[in-house]
C-alpha cells in the first residue's frame, strides 16, 4: 500500500540506481577475487622462481610480455 505518492517516485529512483550500480559492484568484487587469487598465485611462484626452482630462462620474453 503506498500513501504518499512520492513514494513511488522514490522507489522508482531507487530501483534506476540500482540498475546502474549493481554491474558496477559485480565488477568491483569480480576483480577483488581476481587480485585475492593472482596474489597467491604471486606468493606461491615468486620464491620459486627466485630460488630457481622453476627456470624461465628458455622462455622467450615475447611469450610472456604481450603484444599492444
Known sequence: LIKDPNDSKIY?????????LSPIYKLII???IENVRLAKLRDVLLPKLMSGEIDVENIPVSAII???
Request: no cysteine; charged share 65%.
Open 66 to 68: 604481450p603484444k599492444e
Open 12 to 20: 522508482d529512483y531507487y530501483n534506476k540506481i540500482d540498475k546502474k
Open 30 to 32: 569480480e576483480k577483488k
